[in-house]
């Protein structure tokens, strides 16, 4: 992380995160720019490929102790005013300073350290903008760094409605610049992202948890499956798990199926697949039997899905016992990716499992509330899925509304929230960045996401627009697209 060099502690107005130093003015410490960070990390000898410039953006607020004082510099009587959006003084987002702009705050840009400030009666406001993205995706190139990273996408103006300039324009500045710079960068393939439809989250009894193929953002995904298909056990053939999958015939193209693979129509580089077993499947041990089984099975497979216009099929088979696991090509040796790794499995045809499910405890002792606490059993039944144990992200978005306590845990990079004696553990848009980041590290194909339904596909509930998970997915993608593939 290249930021956080000043902040509200500071005794001057000053950037959280300036590219360079400030030479004009001795009341600096030279030290305190992401050039000197960047250069000392290199001339330490960090390999450059290692190294990811941290971007932010987050706004550094002071309150000026003279308002006729308010360059860069000037003194202060301490931390910038709580704003209406972090809740915290000496900080804010991007997207308030849009607003103070439009509110009559006057605008400067500082071309020593390539930051920008505003000034609104005593209220100083230290900021990235759109410019100061470009320069230092500008310099991490110069510097030959694997790329950038930033701190974090609810700080830029993410819907869009504040900043005139799009959804995301500190984020877009830099990807369009790195697009630019990309003829200077090392070539990478690009990730894949696959994404789980189930064919049972348009008949869920709460109507806000319901999710249909109309629902689906296909921007987020290089891949759609749609679960699950059963098996035949007669015939080794594949057969619907819901009735309106299709209608029973192929050449009319009625049902769930096609109208799920019309998408593609929008989408031209979109493919789909259709998941096979799932937690209630059966059929498998017979696939695998002998030869001839899994010949007839893959066959009659095949047939099934190019009819229903599949791109392809996805094996869901949930668990095989150790009796099969050889049979089953020889797949199934651990579950851990890197047991996957040093079992021989190839790297370019394994894909990280994410979720954006919540798992739930009732808490033995609502004092004790830790990850590790004792619990008396699975949390209680939410109104969404209706099961106990389980609950979708949006539900624990829900509960932080209604007073939940949330932590993030850095040692396993998720979240838990508290509320009365019901524990929720849950991934985060942070989590999932950090698992993307680590599906790149090991040169894995790609992710999937189990499953749509379970994310903010409405946007309703937790104020990052539609699914924020699967976003985050994306965006990371994006990210390590264009930088250099790490070495292992």
Known sequence: MAYDFHGPWSEVTSFSSPLYSRGSNIRFNQQYSQQWAIDRWISGGAPRNKLVLGLTGIATTFTLANITDAGVGAAVAGAGKTGPYLGHEGHTTYYRVCELIRNGAVYRFDEEQKMSYVVLEDQWAGYPTPKSMKEKVRFAYSRGLAGTMFWSLEVDDFKGTYCNAGQFPLLTAVYDTIQEMAPYAASVPTMKSFCYFTNWSPKYANLDARMDVRDVNTSLCSHLVYAFADIDRQNLTLVKSQPDDDDGTVWTKRGRYFTFNKLKADCPGLKTLLSVGGAYGHGFPLVVANADAMRTFARNAALYARDRDFDGIDIDWEYPRKLYREKFLDLI???????????????????????????????????????????????????????????????????????????????????????????????????????????????????MFWSLEYDDFLGSYCRQGEFPLLTAVHDAMQEVAASPQLPI
């Not at 894909?351 to 509330?369: I, Y």
């Not at 306590?405 to 999932?432: C, N, R």
């Open 333 to 447: 040796k651990a579950w851990a990716i890197d047991q996957w790794i040093s079992g021989g499995a190839q790297r370019d045809k394994l894909v990280l499992g994410l979720t954006g499910q919540a798992l739930t405890f009732t808490l033995a002792d609502p004092n004790d509330t830790w990850v590790g606490a004792s619990v008396l059993g699975p949390g209680t039944p939410g109104p969404y899925l209706g099961v106990e144990g389980r609950v979708p992200y949006y539900r624990v978005c829900e509960l932080i509304q209604n007073g939940a306590v949330h932590h993030f845990d850095e040692e396993q990079k998720m979240a838990y929230a508290v509320l009365g004696d019901q524990w929720i553990g849950y991934p985060t848009p942070d989590s999932m960045k950090e698992k993307v980041l680590f599906a790149h590290s090991r040169r894995l194909a790609g992710t």
